[in-house]
């Protein structure tokens, strides 16, 4: 084995739990750089499994960014 290369950064996660009517109690997660912008979104049921929901994700976000 060979390591190539190692990167390391610290993140954030902003958690957010919310009721919804289509999928009922879901977890909506947020990954932040060190300066705050979002890297990555991540949407979970209440079982912990991921939802690929474009539409819903997108609500979500609009939902959290008006609260």
């Known amino acids: ?5 190692k ?3 610290q993140s954030t996660v902003n958690s957010y739990r919310i009721i919804t009517e289509s999928h009922g109690p879901i977890v909506y ?5 060190e300066k705050g912008h979002i890297i ?12 690929s929901d474009p539409a819903l994700l997108e ?5 959290i960014d008006a609260n």
Request: aromatic residues 6%.
């Open 7 to 9: 990167t390391s950064s």
């Open 40 to 51: 990555d979104e991540i949407l979970r049921d209440e079982d912990g499994n991921d939802i």
């Open 59 to 63: 609500d979500v976000q609009e939902f």
């Open 1 to 5: 084995m060979k390591l190539e290369s």
């Open 29 to 33: 997660l947020e990954y932040l750089n």
